[in-house]
C-alpha cells in the first residue's frame, strides 16, 4: 500500500466511514489535521493531491461539493457529500450484520451479546510510524471499523498481531512490517500456539469468542479454540473487503 493508499484509507476510517454511520449528508476533511493525525511529515501535497483524486471519490463513495483554501497547504478544505452506497461496493442488499449467536443459532442483538465474549481483531498493514497502543497503532478503516465493533461489545477485546501474538489494547508496541501471510504453515502453527496460551492465560475462563480476522489468522486458532469448548463465532468470514467495511459501519449505526 502506498502513500496515497494509506491517506486514503485513513480519512475513510476518520472522517467518511462515521460521517456515513451517523447517516451525516456532508462532511468537512481539512488536509492539515489529516497530516497531523498521520503523523506524516513534509506529506502536504500528496495529501491534498490523495483526496482531489477522483480514486478517492470512487473508493470513499462520496462527491466532492467544494474544495477551498491553498492547492497543497494545510488550510486545503475538502467539502464531500456523502453518499449512501460506496462505489467500490456492490449494489446488490448485504445480509444484516450477523452477531455472536447462542446455541441455538438466533442472531444475538449487539445490547443482548453476553459480557464474557472476547472480541479478536487482526492487525493490518496500515500503522503509524511510531510507537503507539496497539488500538491506536493500525490506521485503516477495517481496523478502526473492527475497534469500534469489538468496544461497543462491552467485554474484552485484543488485537490479533502477526509479530507479537496476542496483545491488549493499552499495550504499547512498535510498527513492524511482517505478516502470517509470507510464513510457512508450521510457522502460522506455531503463531497460533502461541497466540492461543497467550489468550487462554489472558481470559482462563474462556466461554465465547468472537473473531473479526482473515483466514490466516484463524487456520490453527479457532480449531483450538472449538477443542476447549469455546464458542467461536466468526461473522465477517464470507464477507469481500469492501462488504465487511459496510457490514461494520452498518453495525455500528445500529448499536446507536
Known amino acids: 500500500m502506498n502513500q496515497a493508499d494509506r491517506i486514503r484509507d485513513f480519512v475513510v476510517s476518520a472522517y467518511i466511514g462515521p460521517a456515513r454511520a451517523r447517516r451525516f449528508s456532508e462532511v468537512e476533511v481539512r488536509a492539515g489535521d489529516v497530516h497531523r493525525e498521520m503523523s506524516l511529515a513534509n ?115 485484543y488485537v490479533l498481531s502477526a509479530l507479537y501474538g496476542l496483545v491488549e489494547p493499552d499495550a504499547v508496541i512498535a510498527p513492524y512490517d511482517y505478516t502470517l501471510n509470507s510464513l510457512a504453515v508450521a510457522e502460522r502453527r506455531a503463531w497460533a500456539t502461541k497466540t492461543f496460551d497467550q489468550l487462554i492465560k489472558a481470559e482462563p475462563n474462556l466461554k465465547r469468542v468472537t473473531i473479526l480476522a482473515g483466514k490466516r489468522y484463524r487456520e490453527f486458532l479457532e480449531p483450538a479454540l472449538l477443542r476447549r469448548g469455546v464458542a467461536v463465532n466468526v461473522p465477517m468470514a464470507n464477507l469481500r473487503q469492501g462488504e465487511q467495511l459496510a457490514w461494520l459501519a452498518r453495525d455500528q449505526n445500529a448499536a446507536e
Open 43 to 157: 506529506a502536504m501535497p500528496a495529501v491534498c493531491s490523495a483526496l482531489g483524486s477522483n480514486k478517492f471519490e470512487e473508493f470513499a463513495g462520496v462527491r466532492t461539493i467544494e474544495r477551498t483554501g491553498p492547492s497543497n497547504g494545510s488550510n486545503a478544505r475538502f467539502r464531500f457529500q456523502v453518499l449512501d452506497q460506496p462505489a467500490f461496493m456492490e449494489p446488490s442488499p448485504l445480509p444484516p450484520p450477523l452477531l455472536p449467536k447462542e446455541a441455538s443459532g438466533t442472531p444475538v442483538p449487539q445490547s443482548l451479546v453476553a459480557r464474557d465474549t472476547v472480541v479478536l481483531v487482526s492487525c493490518v498493514k496500515s500503522k503509524l510510524p511510531n510507537k503507539a497502543k496497539a488500538q491506536d497503532l493500525y490506521i485503516s478503516a477495517q481496523f478502526r471499523g473492527s475497534r469500534r465493533f469489538a468496544e461497543a461489545a462491552g467485554g474484552s477485546w
